[in-house]
């Protein structure tokens, strides 16, 4: 049995997880978790490897969400009892993954750009040999920074960096040492560590996404973010793939809201780090679909 550790936010209702994103840890919900308890008992989660849940062992979809079938029961919500699942990138991922899988115990899931990389053709205007192509690049990356240590200047630069997205200092600056572990010396370990980070990585880009989407049976709201974030040090051509990105996902989720009438689709003016950007709208988002959820079930 593995509890992940959580952070009860309180509230009065049916359980509400929230889940945060790669790297990331619950604390990126501690401003729009309070917006949700009206409705809710709301309880933040560290994923396997995040945050206080660190160090984790193998990870995969499955073992998460057996993790939080035991966060679930030991936290005083087992059985049938249905629960809400929301998830920030990462954590909406597998939040949908939940819900596909639970379909008896999910009475609604959100995903909020959790949309990873997506396939090649999801990239109009960029062959898909070349698009193919950058994907392999970002993901050989990826792997390269996974559970690296960083030097002492790590964090002022992470939260310079969220202070330039209009994020305010303090829960810049409290979020991001959330995230990693502090090593002698001053330097920076991120999280998860490099085994379980890899593990992650290659679990994400093996998962189908929209099929989940079509499995889940809930009702089901997919948030996009629909700004670009600043890339100061990325490659020169991340900026139009992005954007190409950026494209495919509005065509390919309107073609599924339109033939599924379960799926929700909406757009935040964030980042893709709207949680800390925009908690406000987040939580508005969320707490208006599950009220309506709720509602019409």
Avoid: K, N
């Avoid at 049916?14 to 889940?19: D, T």
């Avoid at 829960?171 to 890899?198: D, H, I, N």
């Avoid at 909406?266 to 309506?292: C, I, K, N, W, Y």
């Amino acid at each position: 049995m593995t509890v992940l550790h959580s952070r009860d936010h309180g509230g009065d209702g049916p359980l509400l997880l929230l889940l945060h994103g790669a790297g990331r840890s619950s604390a990126d919900w501690a401003t729009a978790a309070p917006r949700l308890t009206g409705r809710h008992r709301v309880l933040a989660v560290d994923l396997p490897g995040h945050g206080r849940s660190a160090p984790a062992g193998s990870w995969d979809f499955a073992e998460v969400c057996a993790d939080l079938d035991d966060t679930l029961a030991a936290a005083g919500s087992a059985g049938r009892v249905a629960v809400a699942v929301a998830g920030h990138s990462l954590g909406g991922m597998v939040a949908s993954v939940y819900a596909a899988t639970r379909p008896d115990r999910v009475a609604a899931a959100v995903d909020l750009d959790g949309f990873g990389w997506g396939r090649p053709d999801q990239y109009p205007g960029v062959p898909e040999e070349e698009a193919a192509r950058r994907l392999a690049e970002i993901g050989a990356m990826s792997r390269a920074a996974a559970g690296a240590r960083m030097p002492a200047g790590y964090v002022a630069d992470q939260v310079a960096y969220s202070v330039g997205l209009g994020i305010p200092r303090a829960p810049a600056e409290e979020t991001c040492r959330a995230s990693v572990r502090e090593l002698p010396g001053g330097e920076w370990q991120l999280l998860p560590e490099r085994p379980g980070a890899v593990e992650m990585l290659d679990a994400m880009d093996g998962l189908d996404l929209f099929a989940v989407f079509r499995r889940v049976r809930c009702p089901l709201l997919l948030v996009r973010a629909l700004d670009l974030p600043p890339m100061p040090h990325g490659p020169e051509w991340m900026d139009g793939l992005l954007a190409a990105y950026g494209r495919g996902l509005d065509r390919d989720l309107a073609a599924l809201a339109a033939r599924e009438p379960r799926v929700v689709v909406e757009g935040v003016a964030a980042t893709h780090a709207m949680l800390l950007q925009a908690p406000e709208r987040v939580a508005s988002l969320v707490g208006d679909f599950l009220a309506r959820s709720a509602d019409r079930g």
